[in-house]
C-alpha cells in the first residue's frame, strides 16, 4: 500500500514539475506554488510543537497539595457511627424501651373479628367496632348519604358550637346534592 502511494506521489511530483516548465509566464507563480507543496523538500523542516501545560512541575510538586475549602468547618458527621464529641455529651437519643407484647390493647386486639360466627348471635361486629364513630357503625353508602346522616345526628350542636363547620357541611351536601341530580345517569328515566 505504501509503494503504491509512494509512487503515486512521484509520478504527481513529475508531472507538477512539468507543468511549470510548460506554462507561460503569467501563471508561473500559481504553478510553482502547486509544486512546491506536491514536492516535499528536506530544506524546511519544522519540528512538532506541544504546549506545555505545567512548565514547572517540580515547583508544583515543592509548594505542597492544593488547599481546597481552606477555613470550612464541616458541621456533618462524616466519621463512622460514634455521635459527636465537641461540647462533650452525648446526642441527645431517647432510652430504648422494649414494648410490652403482651399489654391488654395488643393483648386482645381483633378478638370480636368473628363475633357474628363464633358467637351466639346475639352480638355483630358492628356493635363492637369501638375504634369507629357510633353515628357510622354499620353504615353503608357513599359521602352523599354519609353527610345527610352527619348532619342529622350533629345538626343542633354543630349549629351552636361550630357555625363555620355547619356551613361547609351545608356546602358540601349541596355540591354532592348538584352532581348527583345533574351530572350522573338515572337508570329510572329510561324508559318514559
Known amino acids: 500500500m505504501t509503494t503504491i502511494a509512494g509512487s503515486l506521489m512521484r509520478s504527481l511530483?513529475?508531472?507538477a514539475q512539468s507543468m511549470v516548465q510548460a506554462t507561460p509566464m503569467a501563471l508561473r507563480g500559481v504553478s510553482?506554488?502547486?509544486a512546491a507543496r506536491?514536492?516535499?523538500s528536506s530544506a524546511t523542516w519544522t519540528p512538532q510543537v506541544t504546549s506545555v501545560r505545567h512548565r514547572y512541575h517540580a515547583d508544583k510538586l515543592k509548594r505542597g497539595p492544593l488547599m481546597?475549602?481552606?477555613?470550612?468547618?464541616?458541621?456533618?458527621?462524616?466519621k463512622g457511627l460514634m455521635p459527636h464529641m465537641v461540647h462533650g455529651k452525648r446526642l441527645p437519643i431517647p432510652i430504648y424501651?422494649?414494648?410490652?407484647?403482651?399489654?391488654?390493647k395488643r393483648a386482645l386486639f381483633g378478638q370480636n373479628d368473628?363475633?357474628?360466627i363464633l358467637g351466639d348471635g346475639s352480638l355483630k361486629p358492628t356493635d363492637v367496632a369501638y375504634s369507629v364513630p357510633y353515628w357510622l357503625r354499620g353504615f353503608k353508602g357513599n359521602e352523599y348519604q354519609m353527610l345527610l346522616?352527619?348532619?342529622?345526628f350533629f345538626h343542633n350542636k354543630m349549629g351552636q358550637y361550630q357555625p363555620t363547620k355547619?356551613?361547609?357541611?351545608?356546602k358540601r351536601i349541596h355540591k354532592l346534592y348538584v352532581h348527583l341530580n345533574q351530572k350522573t345517569k338515572d337508570y329510572y328515566w329510561h324508559k318514559a
Open 97 to 104: 424501651r422494649p414494648k410490652n407484647s403482651w399489654s391488654e
Open 32 to 34: 510553482q506554488g502547486l
Open 149 to 152: 346522616r352527619k348532619r342529622k
Open 13 to 15: 511530483g513529475a508531472v
Open 38 to 40: 506536491a514536492m516535499p
Open 114 to 116: 368473628y363475633i357474628d
Open 166 to 170: 355547619l356551613t361547609e357541611l351545608n
Open 68 to 78: 481546597k475549602n481552606y477555613g470550612y468547618e464541616d458541621k456533618l458527621h462524616t
